[in-house]
């Protein structure tokens, strides 16, 4: 099973995952509680984590690394 990384946005491990349903389509998202940062998909639970994942994985690219 997936797991998610933590937020790339905040380092927060305080994370949702959940489904909901509307009356034409099936959502699933990954939400980080502290700052909101949303990922949502129409796909599988998986597929979802994997998009969350991806997202993390290019913002560490982006972001620039600080001297210690």
Avoid: H
Wanted: some cysteine.
């Amino acid at each position: 099973m997936l797991t998610p990384v933590p937020c790339p946005n905040c380092g927060s491990d305080d994370l949702s995952i959940d489904c909901y349903d509307t009356m034409r389509y099936s959502y699933t998202y990954v939400q980080c509680n502290s700052c909101l940062r949303l990922v949502k998909t129409m796909d599988s639970r998986e597929d979802t984590i994997r998009r969350w994942n991806d997202l993390a994985a290019r913002y560490r690219k982006r972001r620039p690394k600080t001297p210690q």
